[in-house]
């Protein structure tokens, strides 16, 4: 055949005794083809020098300019569509800045929420197929299979909250991109130790999420350094939704621990939990403290505005941009990058003087 491409797939799956499906999958080397397939398919496309033409870039090392941009958001509750992490100002600031850089860096930015496991398939297509040339996770649980699988195949991948584990090989051939979740937490934390606040509530974000995890940390830390023991019926597992928020601080409110503050891991959490203590007659910051954790745009106008964590989401989008890029056009430099934050002090919070907690004042 002179190395011309004078052969369609489907003529080569007839030559192979297969559908026109399995050649496609193994020319673009999906995992699930029986090992005794994928030869047979190779044999004859090798005997014909058969060269897709949708693979011939790929074959020639070349990279198109996409961007996967994969925000992972699990929710299993029936009104989840209400209470989708992605409708959170959070997603959207990083999405529409990593559209914007990459645009000034003349790539194009492929976007999929995923909302379940089967959503997965979609992921790893793109990767396979050599749609994009790379991709960046947010959203994600920690330490995910699938996209450690993905990373082991040598795809080029930043990820955006991730914990730093040395002792897993995928996170030492990928870049992570982080906030400093866990200082933050605890600047929040001990910013109302400072105000004589000892009864300090903690709603978290779950136990999936890294930024979570590091949230919780940071809080206690805060706590044992200034001598105060941490109460584990103060700490309510709950998930980055204001509902949720909203739920968890009735639970404190109901329940038998006093306190004065609250630290909550984000602020649709804060503002759920806001929204809950003003329905039990109480108030914010007078009875009772809160600081989130993101400092979105409309926190500074919620009532009261909220005291909060700012992330640097437009620094944090552009660094994930500009790393993937210089890894899709140089080399894969494998690092992690840990952004600062900041504590922004706004009206939710008042010294706790002539009362103790909310039950007891």
């Known amino acids: 055949?002179?190395?011309?491409?004078?052969?369609?797939?489907?003529?080569?799956?007839?030559?192979?005794?297969?559908?026109?499906?399995?050649?496609s999958r193994v020319i673009n080397n999906y995992s699930n083809v029986p090992a005794e397939t994928r030869e047979k398919v190779l044999k004859?496309?090798?005997?014909?020098?058969?060269?897709?033409?949708?693979?011939?870039?790929?074959l020639a090392g070349s990279q198109n300019k996409v961007i996967g941009l994969f925000i992972i958001d699990f929710n299993s509750e029936e009104d989840s569509l209400k209470n989708r992490?992605?409708?959170?100002?959070?997603y959207l600031e990083f999405t529409s800045s990593v559209i914007e850089r990459s645009s000034e860096l003349d790539y194009l930015v492929l976007v999929q929420i995923i909302h379940s496991i089967e959503g997965y398939e979609k992921i790893e297509e793109c990767f396979y197929n050599k749609t994009i040339s790379g991709g960046i996770f947010i959203g994600q649980n920690d330490n995910d299979e699938t996209i450690k699988r993905i990373i082991h195949k040598g795809y080029k991948v930043v990820l955006v909250d991730q914990s730093i584990r040395p002792d897993v090989q995928a996170y030492n051939q990928c870049i992570i991109v982080n906030a400093d979740n866990y200082n933050g937490a605890y600047e929040a934390t001990n910013y109302l130790v400072e105000q004589n606040h000892r009864q300090i509530a903690h709603i978290t974000g779950g136990s999936v999420k890294f930024s979570a995890k590091a949230r919780m940390e940071g809080y206690k830390k805060a706590l044992e350094n200034a001598g105060i023991a941490v109460n584990s019926e103060l700490i309510i597992q709950s998930e980055f939704v204001e509902k949720a928020g909203y739920e968890a601080a009735k639970r404190l409110l109901g329940g038998e621990q006093p306190f004065s503050a609250i630290f909550a891991s984000n602020d649709k959490i804060a503002f759920g939990a806001i929204k809950a203590i003003n329905e039990e007659g109480l108030k914010v910051p007078e009875d009772i403290s809160v600081v989130g954790f993101d400092d979105i745009e409309s926190a500074k106008y919620f009532h009261p505005p909220l005291t909060s964590v700012k992330m640097e989401l437009v620094n944090m989008a552009d660094l994930a941009t500009k790393l993937i890029i210089e890894a899709i056009e140089e080399d894969l430099t494998p690092s992690i990058n840990v952004v600062p934050v900041t504590l922004i002090e706004r009206k939710s919070c008042a010294p706790l003087t002539s009362f103790l907690s909310h039950s007891e004042s």
């Open 1 to 23: 055949m002179g190395g011309e491409d004078k052969m369609n797939s489907t003529e080569i799956a007839k030559l192979a005794g297969v559908s026109r499906s399995t050649v």
């Open 44 to 58: 004859v496309i090798k005997e014909y020098d058969y060269v897709p033409h949708a693979s011939a870039r790929m």
């Open 85 to 90: 992490i992605t409708k959170s100002p959070y």
